[in-house]
């Protein structure tokens, strides 16, 4: 399925479809190429099959000009409506039916779901649905810092470094503010980066973000070269040697925000044509929120991005340090979010707290682990660096260290990754897993001690 990377208008409609691929042999295949292309496949094939007497309905609707445009989304399973003016409730009706799972609208929050008992009340008039997670606008510096960043040292990469965990091999997607490509930091590592000048974007890039979308990786507002630069950045990152792709996926919109997450299960060419799940990403990285953690906008997604062995990792929020807020799509268990400490290792007063309030009626253990998001030194557009603060800085650290213990070790599965990270954290705040720090700070020298030990037991239990 083609993404059009246009951004649809603000007033459409997002209507998720109720069915799911079997994943039960997918998820069974060791991670690679041929799991993410299996992954896409199943997901393809269920949209086609489930689309398609909702596609006729949207035709006769436009026909009848009850709808201005209409797409389709593969993952997840989704149309996209685009209501005439004073329509959008006639939209509705035509589709709370059978076989739709929720209707949202375009700024993230849910407008019906199957089975509920009635419509979530409207958000407050004025509230952002949207928004970076990162507190404060970043130092201009006008050279590479003179020593490496803190928060390398303090997850222990260097360490790792010496085991061979540099992240070589595998690729890191950003879904942020865009990438500045030329940055001495990161040229290198771009996966679309050619000799003299001959830089190849397809697959590699893309610009959701508006109606002229950039054609080369750019980021006019910095964020986005920060976190990529803590990722893999040459004398910033924590998993130097690991490529980066990127999507500016961030307008606003609930629409914008899904296609980016398509795009990083199978990479387009710039006119959204060609889908490759083989060029899809091992780490997707999120430092970003939209909508409420209460809802499952994001969940299939998510989902279906770890069905195919790709590890999504999502900044934890600057809500608190109230408990209960965890910022949306960091809610769901299928990813890790992130908390923010500083350089002495004590939680950042801005650092959302768990539980997250996901599924409705329950809590869900949150933030996942906790790592460097206090003055973090890293790239900034046009060769410059700054320090940035928010828990924006602390998922690039664990996405940078999933890549470094993923490189070394990647027959790890997510649950063994997991338990490997949880028995390498370095316990801080209450003893054991809490709503601050999560299973602690990140640590990969010990991470990468875990995972061996889960390995070799795994082969003498086999």
């Known amino acids: 399925m083609k993404i059009n990377p246009a951004v649809a208008s603000p007033s459409a409609l997002l209507v998720k479809l109720a069915d799911r691929p079997d994943f039960t042999a997918v998820e069974r295949m060791p991670r690679g190429a ?15 099959r489930s689309q398609a007497p909702f596609l006729e309905r949207a035709r006769q ?28 409730q006639g939209v509705m009706n035509a589709f709370r039916t059978d ?39 970043a130092a201009m510096r006008s050279s590479a810092p003179a020593e490496r960043p803190y928060g390398v040292d303090m ?21 942020d503010t865009g990438v500045d490509y030329r940055h001495e930091a990161l040229a290198a590592n771009y996966r679309g980066a050619g000799g003299k000048g001959r830089a190849q974007h397809d697959h590699n890039w893309m610009d959701l973000s508006g109606a002229r979308p950039s054609q080369s990786p750019a980021d006019t507002k910095g964020h986005g070269t920060h976190t990529t630069g803590t ?72 989902q279906n991005l770890r069905a195919a062995g790709i590890e999504p990792v999502k900044s934890a929020g600057n809500q608190g340090p109230g408990g209960g807020t965890i910022t949306s799509p960091g809610q769901f268990p299928e990813l890790y979010a992130v908390g923010a400490v500083d350089a002495n290792g004590k939680v950042a007063t801005f650092s959302s707290r768990g539980p997250a309030p996901y599924p409705k009626g329950s809590t869900t253990p949150k933030p996942d682990f906790a790592a460097p998001g206090v003055d973090v030194v890293s790239s900034l557009p046009n060769n410059r ?75 003498l239990a086999a």
């Open 231 to 302: 990722v893999v950045g040459a004398g910033v990152g924590v998993a130097p040697k690991a490529q980066w792709i990127a999507v500016n996926g961030l307008a606003g919109t609930a629409d914008a925000a899904l296609k980016a997450l398509t795009w990083m299960q199978a990479p387009t060419r710039l006119d959204g044509s060609a889908p490759d799940p083989a060029k899809a990403p091992d780490v997707v990285g999120m430092s970003w929120w939209l909508g409420r953690a209460t809802q499952d906008l994001f969940l299939e997604s998510v």
């Open 99 to 137: 076989g739709v799972k929720a209707i949202y609208g375009n700024d993230g929050f849910t407008l019906w779901q199957q089975g509920a008992a009635a419509v979530p009340p409207p958000r407050i008039i004025g509230e952002p649905n949207w928004g970076l997670d990162v507190v404060r606008g």
């Open 61 to 88: 609707l436009e026909r009848d000009g009850i709808i201005q445009s209409f797409e389709t989304l593969a993952s997840p399973n989704m149309l996209v409506l685009t209501p005439a003016p004073g329509k959008t």
């Open 34 to 48: 041929d799991r993410k292309a299996a992954a896409w496949d199943a997901i393809v094939q269920t949209a086609e």
């Open 385 to 459: 660096y700054g320090k940035n603060s928010g828990t924006s800085m602390a998922q690039p650290h664990m996405s940078g260290a999933v890549l470094a213990v993923l490189s070394k070790y990647p027959e790890l599965t997510h649950e063994q990754l997991t338990d490997a990270f949880r028995a390498g954290a370095r316990d801080a705040g209450k003893p054991g897993t809490d709503a601050e720090y999560g299973a602690g700070i990140i640590d990969l020298p010990a991470t990468l001690a875990a995972a061996q030990d889960i390995l070799e037991g795994a082969r």
């Open 155 to 175: 997850v222990g990469a260097p360490a790792a470094w010496a085991q061979g965990a540099t992240g070589a091999g595998l690729v890191f997607g950003s879904i």
